[in-house]
């Protein structure tokens, strides 16, 4: 048993060190050096107050910004922004709402830039999403940032997507093949566009959209610039698990051959951990603080400020993908699907 601990914890100790090292081998982001025109599109069902409050920040960017908000209903928005109804049929809804919009709304030459409506939104984000696409890339995405929050579950998001192994910024610098999307914000180019169609009935729309552009050899890239989440204080437990429980029910219908790396190398520190207390012998418990110290490092190098919440992070992740080992539907936007093989939405009768 010990043999396998040791074994387990130098593989997951491998994979974190040849994270550090392609995160510092990383080229640095493009920024826009001009102020192209920009239509930014905001899909939201219902938005909630949190989110209405993130729609009325000012965008603070030099350039034109054509604000488009598109819902079933009008919410409360401030002077300049524009509301477009939408209201889709596509399994997608998110993809629905886009492809509505470009329908109302058409681009006209100008930068189509997609941001979620729970995104605080500001110039700097906007000129790192248009920079990249100056330079060839076919889309720009942004890392999620939630920003910190009072209680342990906002600090266990953050810790996840800041602090560990599923850090955008993580993920895109091990990419092979396909590079990693985060849906959150984007800047499309015109053959991103296209391919919005192909997309509609994916739940993992960023993932088959990768797969889409990186099969057309389209590049895609990582904005310099983090997309800052707001989270609400004291949030409870459950919304964050099933939010997580329903990544990994994705990967596993897009990325089946990646779904097993989750308890291998994302989140093994805390069962290693147990595992080696249990056995108690010098060679367990020497490769496990190895590891720790390994995904305390990597945490310190993907943002310094809280790097030592990163055993949060996997917790939560761990539980999301126990979670999702019996789930084999998914509940979206007050809908049941079941997904196939390739992550597309199957609808399921209530």
Not at 14 to 19: E, S
Not at 138 to 165: E, M
Request: a positive charge.
């Amino acid at each position: 048993m010990t043999a396998i601990v040791v074994a387990w914890a130098m593989l997951a100790l491998g994979f974190t060190m040849v994270t550090v090292r392609a995160l510092g081998r990383r080229p640095q982001a493009t920024v826009a050096t001009g102020t192209p025109s920009i239509l930014l599109l905001r899909p939201a069902d219902a938005p909630t107050s949190l989110e209405c409050a993130c729609l009325a920040v000012p965008l603070s960017y030099a350039g034109v910004v054509e604000h488009v908000v598109l819902s079933p209903t009008p919410p409360v928005l401030p002077a300049g922004v524009r509301w477009v109804c939408s209201d889709p049929v596509t399994a997608n809804r998110k993809v629905g709402h886009l492809l509505h919009g470009l329908a109302v709304v058409p681009p006209a030459g100008r930068v189509v830039v997609v941001i979620d409506a729970d995104v605080v939104v500001d110039g700097a984000l906007l000129s790192a999403l248009a920079g990249p696409l100056a330079d060839g890339a076919a889309l720009v995405s942004a890392a999620p940032a939630p920003q910190p929050a009072a209680g342990l579950v906002p600090a266990a998001v953050r810790a996840l997507l800041r602090h560990t192994h599923l850090s955008f910024d993580a993920l895109d610098a091990m990419t092979v093949g396909a590079h990693a999307i985060c849906g959150k914000a984007m800047a499309l180019s015109p053959a991103a566009v296209d391919g919005l169609t192909a997309v509609a009935d994916h739940l993992g729309e960023d993932l088959e959209l990768a797969k889409w552009l990186h099969e057309r050899g389209l590049a895609v890239a990582l904005a310099g610039v983090a997309a800052r989440v707001p989270q609400t204080p004291h949030a409870p437990i459950a919304p964050a698990v099933d939010r997580f429980t329903r990544w990994m029910q994705v990967l596993r219908a897009h990325r089946p051959g990646l779904y097993p790396t989750v308890p291998l190398l994302f989140t093994p520190s805390l069962p290693l951990l147990i595992a080696a207390v249990m056995l108690d012998t010098p060679a367990a418990l020497a490769a496990v603080a190895a590891l720790w110290a390994g995904r305390t490092l990597l945490a310190w190098r993907l943002a310094p400020l809280g790097a030592l919440s990163w055993p949060l992070g996997e917790a939560l992740l761990l539980a999301a993908f126990v979670r999702s080992l019996a789930r084999r539907t998914v509940v979206w936007r007050g809908r049941r699907f079941r997904l196939a093989r390739d992550g597309r939405m199957q609808p399921v009768a209530s």
